[in-house]
């Protein structure tokens, strides 16, 4: 990298030719250039304040061997992608995530979205129902349908995916702590709709660590909940093997505030940790392994987003394959769902975040993601309107069919700046490996609060730059302008609480009591004595036991998560 | 007198975890001299307005991005004047619609504060209001 002449060593040592190359271009070209014509800024950085440097060559990925390190797409190492035909084989998944009021405000939006040409679903819960209290909780008041779908019983799931066929759509949750409440529910809609478990493909979230790490949306303490996500990888290897079960989530990471290379380093550590878990508890690697997929975030520094998806390829299939031991190519391959950078988006001027979803969609399509959601341009001040989210999902349909980048597959593979920033993140995830692996692991580091503390610096940091005018944000700290507001934006009806509260007592009123709490007794059995706790799980909400139920059953054997200060 | 310092409680109601807001305002509040107690996640307005009474705190900031803010910051304001804390700001940050912080503001929340609001404007505001009345 050639950053600034200054600080250019004395001393050479042995020089290649193309370092040669690069100093006789320095000397004669540039200099004369820059005496002349300072550049800009005395530093260029990116979004995640890591500095670039002026120009890319040969010089810079002299250490990159293509055999070895770049390769051919559907090989190892896979940094070109895991299909060897790119997207000119099948587009990525246009999977927008959607979600608010009562289920049936939420099945009216997706089934517009697919008469819109959307290709996969994705659900957004409720606060409660990601906290794993129903409508009726007195914890619930303020919050019922507020950022998502409120769902407290089957009785709510059964009108969510009321016409939509379970067999042949497929669907991601975006749920954690209770992910396994909610994957029982599911299951049970399907099975009422004649699904055969053995053709549901779908995605969980069911990423707990990051919870812990980043968006801190927890119930239990750490290891039982660790623990319920082994049990729905068992369950689903052998019972619903084309769903996965986990989805490893960096996209929350950086929302929080981590910088990219944080995002990459711990969002695969968190997979390593899952992988680890899945071993111990008796599962074979390449069983498991390859229904486990990765959610990236993509924000706004186009070449720095496209270089940590390379890398996260490059990084999983060497860690499956050396680490662990696999031999079935599809371990090695990581497979992701991007979705644009929702703190990246403005209240001010809010049309400009239209073009920072198109620019930021783009680098997840160039790095070669499965799915993507792209957000909606009022997302920073509700959520999205029906026209928003129409506009957010033609984006992605102008990128796929017009701007012919899904032609070729890696278009930038062999850019010197691309693969030279793909080997330097490769290289700071491991380094951060390395410290997290001493500490004992991810559960050991979060426990001592290391992640956590990483994020919230690179988060302030990143603040104190904004402030600074360092980092421009266009409307916020520059081209500001007075405006006029009157943007039309999503108003959550204030009824959605009586509405679920009333659905939630009918279906109280139906069930067969006995049936829930010998199923809740069950299934507090098996959470005490270990084992899988899937089973009792699905029997109950079949049952017509709630979300608060099954999870107040969990609370009353694994305790509560108490975050410790730091 | 001696000078004393600001102090501000910065809370996070509701059952939202999203938590960078409240951790960067605090830091940013710390590093501007004041003094900052942060609450840590889902407290109640019971509890947020306990905790203000016993810290003795000249502003409560209250970061909410979930749309509960309706339900959740006027009782906040209520109960912080029933413990007799009449001064005592109440500052909102997050992703709050227009035609709420008009409401909110009736109800006696002092300042609300949407997202690419600079800490500097946030210390400015503390200043000025909390330096007035001293």
Redesign the interface.
């Known amino acids: 990298m050639r950053s600034d002449l200054s600080l250019m060593p004395e001393t050479k040592e042995i020089t290649s030719p193309e370092q040669a190359s690069a100093e006789r271009w320095e000397r004669e070209t540039l200099e004369p250039v820059l005496k002349k014509r300072p550049e800009r800024k005395r530093r260029f950085e990116t979004v995640s304040l890591d500095e670039v440097g002026r120009l890319y060559t040969p010089a810079d990925v002299e250490g990159i061997d293509f055999e070895r390190d770049t390769a051919f797409p559907g090989e190892f190492p896979y940094t070109r992608g895991i299909h060897p035909t790119g997207y000119r084989g099948k587009l990525w998944t246009m999977r927008q995530f959607a979600g608010f009021g009562t289920p049936e405000e939420t099945n009216a939006r997706f089934k517009y979205l697919m008469a819109q040409g959307q290709t996969g679903l994705s659900v957004a819960y409720d ?2 129902t ?2 794993g ?1 129903d409508a009726d909780s007195p ?5 019922v349908g ?2 998502g779908v409120a769902v407290s019983s089957l009785a709510d799931m059964e009108v969510l995916f009321d016409g939509i066929p379970l067999e042949e759509v497929t669907v991601s949750q975006t749920i954690n702590a209770p992910a396994s409440v909610l994957l029982a529910m599911y299951l049970v809609v399907a099975e009422k709709q004649g699904a055969d478990f053995s053709k549901i493909s779908g995605t969980l979230q069911n990423d707990i660590l990051k ?1 812990y790490i980043a ?4 119930i239990y303490p750490i290891r039982p909940a660790m623990k319920l996500v082994v049990d729905t990888f068992e369950f689903c290897t052998r019972h619903v093997p084309k769903y996965n079960p986990i989805s490893v989530s960096g996209y929350h990471i950086r ?3 981590s910088t990219a290379l944080q995002e990459l380093a711990f969002t695969l550590r968190d997979g390593i940790e899952y992988v680890q878990w899945g071993v111990d508890a008796g599962l074979d690697v390449d069983e498991f392994v390859p229904r486990i997929s990765f959610f990236f975030n993509a924000h706004n520094d186009f070449f720095e987003e496209i270089a940590k998806y390379r890398a996260a390829r490059r990084i999983w299939s060497r860690v499956m394959r050396e680490r662990f031991g696999a031999r079935d190519p599809r371990t090695m391959q990581l497979r992701f769902h991007t979705q644009t950078a929702g ?1 990246s ?4 001027q809010p049309l400009n975040n239209i073009i920072r979803v198109a620019v930021q969609a783009l680098a997840g399509v160039l790095g070669g993601t499965q799915s993507l959601h792209t957000d909606a341009y009022d997302e ?4 999205p309107t029906d026209k928003a989210a129409l506009i957010a999902l033609r984006t992605q349909q102008i990128i796929a069919e017009e701007t012919g980048v899904a032609n070729t597959v890696d278009p930038l593979g062999g850019s010197y700046f691309v693969e030279s920033l793909t080997k330097k993140m490769e290289d700071g995830a491991l380094d951060y490996f390395d410290k997290i692996d001493s500490m004992g692991g991810m559960v050991e580091a979060i426990e001592k609060g290391f992640p956590q503390r990483e994020i ?1 610096e690179s ?2 940091q990143y ?1 104190k730059s ?2 600074r005018g360092d980092q421009t ?1 266009v ?3 520059k081209y500001v302008m007075d405006e006029s ?1 009157g943007m039309p ?1 999503l ?2 009806n204030e009824g959605v609480r009586d509405q679920q509260v009333q659905r939630l007592e009918r279906a109280k009123a139906r069930r067969d009591a006995g049936a829930v709490s010998n199923a809740l007794e069950k299934l507090k059995r098996a959470a005490s004595d270990g084992d899988n706790t899937m089973p009792a799980t699905i029997e109950a909400v079949r049952a017509y036991a709630t979300l608060g139920e099954v999870c107040d059953a969990l609370r009353d054997v694994y305790g509560l998560y108490e ?1 410790p ?1 730091f | 007198m001696a000078e004393r310092k600001i102090r501000v409680l910065v809370a996070k109601p ?7 807001g409240a ?2 305002i605090a ?2 509040l710390r590093d501007a001299g004041m003094e900052v107690i942060y609450t ?2 889902r407290q109640t307005p019971e509890m947020i307005a306990a905790a203000a009474l016993q810290e003795d705190v000249d502003a409560v900031g209250v970061s909410i991005l ?3 803010h ?3 910051c006027p009782r906040i304001v209520q109960l912080l004047r029933e413990r007799g804390m009449d001064d005592c700001l109440v500052l909102v940050g997050g ?1 709050i ?2 035609e709420d912080i008009t409401r909110l503001k009736e109800q006696g929340v002092s300042e609300v504060f ?3 609001t ?3 404007d946030i210390v400015r505001f503390l200043r000025e209001r909390v330096g007035a009345r001293a």
């Open positions: 606060l409660p990601l906290m209290y914890l619930s008041e303020g919050e507020k950022c919870e968006q801190k949306e927890w929302e929080a505030g703190v988006l403005t209240v001010q920073a001040l509700a959520l919230q988060a302030y603040q904004v402030e944000i409307g916020v700290n507001d934006i108003v959550i975050e200060a | 509701g059952l939202d975890g999203h938590d960078r951790k960067v830091r940013a840590g996640l979930s749309g509960a309706n339900t959740l992703i619609p227009q949407l997202p690419g600079s800490t500097e």
